[in-house]
């Protein structure tokens, strides 16, 4: 019998994989309130694709899941911070509009392609403006793990995949080379 591979099980849950147009192209704003009910729904939906993939896979880190993992090209996206009783982060049109200069290296994973993970370097603290769903900008702060979690996200939203934030001297490594599974990020 052969196995089926991650990737395939995201597949299975509706996630779009690697090779889809959607996750290189960047997603078309919400225009909000005005598609307050449009972002509601999507917002709905990627909390629903998020359970399902909870079902498949530990995620002890922390996930998000962007608009365009499931086929839509508008900037909204969901993060569950690692902590489990942690709040739902929502994000819609979100822009990074600061970054620190100190960065550090960590190992990411995708939904998108599941089936590899890539030491990735992100700045350690960013700030985001997000719209509300009637329309007002909130800026939030985030650090570390949460950080990265949310860079990973608005790339989804602006076309890019992480291993194009990778140094070109490194290689993506399959996912049973990579043993952190259940471990979190360490940040001195």
Not at 31 to 34: A, Q, R, S
Not at 173 to 178: A, D, F, L
């Given at each position: 019998m052969i196995e089926a591979k991650p990737s395939d099980a995201m597949r299975g849950i509706g996630i779009v994989q690697s090779g889809s147009p959607i996750l290189h192209q960047p997603a078309q704003p919400l225009?909000?309130?005005?598609e307050h009910d449009l972002a509601a729904a999507i917002v709905n939906d990627l909390v629903a694709a998020m359970h399902r993939a909870r079902r498949i896979h530990n995620f002890a880190k922390g996930m998000g899941i962007a608009a365009p993992q499931l086929g839509i090209s508008r900037r909204a996206a969901v993060v569950q911070p690692p902590a489990p009783d942690a709040p739902v982060i929502t994000l819609l049109n979100p822009t990074i509009i600061s970054r620190s200069d100190d960065e550090d290296e960590q190992y990411e994973g995708c939904l998108s392609f599941f089936d590899v993970r890539g030491k990735v370097p992100r700045p350690l603290r960013i700030e985001v403006e997000t719209n509300t769903p009637t329309g007002e900008l909130r800026l939030a702060e985030y650090r570390d793990g949460l950080a990265r979690l949310i860079q990973h996200e608005i790339d989804h939203l602006d076309g890019i995949l992480y291993t194009a934030r990778m140094k070109p001297t490194l290689q993506t490594?399959?996912?049973?080379?990579?043993r952190q599974t259940g471990r979190s990020w360490s940040y001195g």
């Open positions: 225009n909000l309130p005005i490594i399959p996912v049973e080379q990579y």
